[in-house]
T-cell receptor
Framework: AQKITQTQPGMFVQEKEAVTLDCTYD???????LFWYKQPSSGEMIFLIY??????QNATEGRYSLNFQKARKSANLVISASQLGDSAMYFC????????????FGTGTRLTIIP | DTGVSQDPRHKITKRGQNVTFRCDPI?????LYWYRQTLGQGPEFLTY????????KSRLLSDRFSAERPKGSFSTLEIQRTEQGDSAMYLC????????????FGPGTRLTVL
């Protein structure tokens, strides 16, 4: 069974600073995908970034980058130059690349950006 | 708007009533997923469709829950004889058929059972 662990229930960060949100995972599958989603108070899950288990380079999408350390089974999200609009819940998720490819989510980290 | 849409956005019902939610996927997305998210938790998988075929159901999906995707386009999730424990956000996500494709979520339906 797959498992995602997010150990930071909440974080406070000064505007314009960088922030790292932690995510560790556990799986016995050789092929999997790792995702980060943002969930504002409105409730919609917004896709941020994806990392495949066989990708050699860390994924980047604008101000988002994923620090993928396969041996440590970690997939931390780095947000550079944080903005007030980054305040939200952030979820790490893993996709099973075999079978139905459902997502398994962690419990999330609530990020608050301080002006 | 070409994203995933869900209707209604909010639903308040009394215990014992039946409710039905609808999800309209992104055009040409073959895969459709339903998830449930309770307060303070991440979403949990409920069921999955590949076109019109329902291929997997979670053990979370009791016999009071039923989902359909009759023509491989929109999907409905029905809960019969609702219980207070059914109160949650119900999220729909869709993706194309490739194995590395991202799931895109709708805005969700927030259900409150009184």
């Amino acid at each position: 069974a797959q498992k995602i662990t997010q150990t930071q229930p909440g974080m406070f960060v000064q505007e314009k600073e960088a922030v790292t949100l932690d995510c560790t995972y556990d799986t016995s599958d050789p092929s999997y995908g790792l995702f980060w989603y943002k969930q504002p108070s409105s409730g919609e899950m917004i896709f941020l970034i994806y990392q495949g288990s066989y990708d050699q380079q860390n994924a980047t999408e604008g101000r988002y980058s994923l620090n993928f350390q396969k041996a440590r089974k970690s997939a931390n999200l780095v947000i550079s130059a944080s903005q007030l609009g980054d305040s939200a819940m952030y979820f790490c998720a893993m996709r099973d690349d075999f079978g139905n490819e459902k997502l398994t989510f962690g419990t999330g980290t609530r990020l608050t950006i301080i002006p | 708007d070409t994203g995933v849409s869900q209707d209604p956005r909010h639903k308040i019902t009394k215990r014992g009533q039946n409710v039905t939610f609808r999800c309209d996927p992104i055009s040409e997305h073959n895969r459709l997923y339903w998830y449930r998210q309770t307060l303070g938790q991440g979403p949990e998988f409920l069921t999955y469709f590949q076109n019109e075929a329902q291929l997997e159901k979670s053990r979370l999906l009791s016999d009071r829950f039923s989902a359909e995707r009759p023509k491989g386009s929109f999907s409905t999730l029905e809960i019969q004889r609702t219980e207070q424990g059914d109160s949650a956000m119900y999220l729909c996500a869709t993706s194309p058929s490739g194995t590395t494709d991202t799931q895109y979520f709708g805005p969700g339906t927030r259900l409150t059972v009184l």
